[in-house]
């Protein structure tokens, strides 16, 4: 089954930026049963953890979040870029190769003691979700794991995620 996933993820060359071989993963979205295979690998061994949200990271998090949601009958939760979301926020900042950015997350989305999924179609550095893991842990949430379609295993993004249990379908 992953390999049939795998062939639906296509490599673009140099986008956006030189040296970057990225990841494009709209041809497995335009896939309905591939897709949906996806969401079945990605919630395995979650549908009956308790899990109360699962959060999803902009904007390709929110694709496989939302749908991953729904799946173990969870609530879902938006982390967004910078100044898009309505209410008060709580961010967090984190360093890129050249500069920084910077995650805001509804000061009011997850209480403490809740169950967490983090959830983002690639693992690069874990620079992003780190941070958004350190926005869940200042309100007092519990993250069980986080999941990823991809995960680019050469960069060693695990060993940024404190200690998080992390699962990921493909690996490169
Ligand atoms: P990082 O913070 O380095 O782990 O980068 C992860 C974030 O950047 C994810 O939200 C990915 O969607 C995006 N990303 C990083 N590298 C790639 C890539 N090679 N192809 C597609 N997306 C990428």
């Given at each position: 089954?992953?390999?049939s996933?795998?062939k639906?993820?296509?490599?673009?060359?140099d986008f956006?930026?030189?040296g970057?071989?990225?990841?494009?993963?709209?041809?497995?979205?335009?896939?309905?049963?591939?897709?949906?295979?996806?969401?079945?690998?990605?919630?395995?061994?979650?549908?009956?953890?308790?899990?109360?949200?699962?959060?999803?990271?902009e904007?390709?998090?929110?694709?496989?979040?939302?749908?991953?949601a729904?799946?173990?009958g969870?609530?879902?939760i938006?982390?967004?870029k910078p100044?898009?979301?309505?209410?008060?926020?709580?961010?967090?900042e984190?360093?890129?190769?050249?500069?920084n950015?910077?995650?805001?997350?509804?000061?009011?989305?997850?209480?403490?003691?809740?169950?967490?999924?983090?959830?983002?179609d690639?693992?690069a550095?874990g620079?992003?979700?780190?941070a958004?893991?350190?926005?869940?842990?200042?309100?007092?949430?519990?993250?069980?794991?986080?999941?990823?379609?991809i995960?680019?295993?050469?960069?060693?993004?695990?060993?940024?995620?404190?200690?998080?249990?992390?699962?990921?379908?493909?690996?490169?």
């Amino acid at each position: 089954m992953v390999d049939s996933i795998k062939k639906l993820i296509r490599d673009i060359p140099d986008f956006p930026k030189p040296g970057i071989v990225f990841k494009d993963i709209t041809p497995l979205l335009a896939h309905s049963a591939e897709f949906a295979n996806t969401i079945q690998l990605m919630a395995e061994g979650f549908r009956d953890q308790g899990i109360d949200r699962v959060v999803g990271i902009e904007s390709r998090g929110f694709i496989f979040g939302a749908a991953l949601a729904i799946e173990i009958g969870a609530g879902f939760i938006p982390i967004r870029k910078p100044g898009k979301l309505p209410y008060d926020t709580i961010s967090e900042e984190y360093e890129l190769e050249y500069g920084n950015d910077r995650v805001e997350m509804h000061v009011d989305a997850v209480r403490e003691g809740q169950k967490i999924l983090m959830v983002d179609d690639l693992l690069a550095t874990g620079g992003t979700m780190g941070a958004c893991c350190s926005l869940i842990r200042s309100l007092g949430a519990e993250i069980v794991s986080a999941v990823f379609l991809i995960e680019l295993s050469f960069l060693e993004g695990r060993k940024r995620l404190m200690g998080i249990p992390v699962r990921s379908l493909i690996e490169y």
